[in-house]
């Protein structure tokens, strides 16, 4: 099947098909006699492989770990030590996020709460590092 073909049955455009190859997470695909890519069923699924361990956030150096394992005879653990330390990285994603979230909370209620003639403390935050910490709020400006 051509790129446009694999491409369409992955759900995915031709530049991603061709960005995978060059990121090496496709394998170099056979060519016709006049330099066409020709791809096989097996590269859908790869393709299809790719796209779920995006969704689950995977990277691609890690989604490339996971195929080599998928193709090798490994044991299961080593599948899974790899899904652990991948749920801690989200984990800890998600920690940053609700420092994040804290911060822009007391943002916005400094910015509800700050008289007509004060400036902007979401702007002013954002000028003065020392005005933010994630771990305590900043400090608003009367």
Do not use: N
């Amino acid at each position: 099947m051509t790129t446009g073909e694999l491409a369409r049955r992955a759900g995915v455009k031709p530049s991603t098909v061709r960005y995978y190859e060059r990121a090496g997470v496709l394998p170099e695909p056979a060519r016709t006699a006049a330099g066409y890519r020709v791809y096989t069923a097996e590269d859908v699924e790869r393709l299809r492989f790719v796209q779920r361990a995006q969704a689950l956030g995977f990277t691609l150096a890690e989604i490339t770990g996971l195929l080599a394992l998928a193709v090798s005879e490994v044991d299961c653990d080593a599948v899974r030590v790899r899904a652990e330390a991948h749920r801690a990285d989200v984990e800890a994603k998600l920690r940053d996020l609700e420092r994040v979230r804290g911060a822009l909370d007391v943002l916005i209620a400094a910015c509800h709460d700050r008289r007509a003639t004060a400036p902007c403390p979401i702007l002013d935050a954002l000028r003065h590092d020392d005005d933010l910490d994630p771990d305590a709020g900043p400090t608003p400006t009367p």
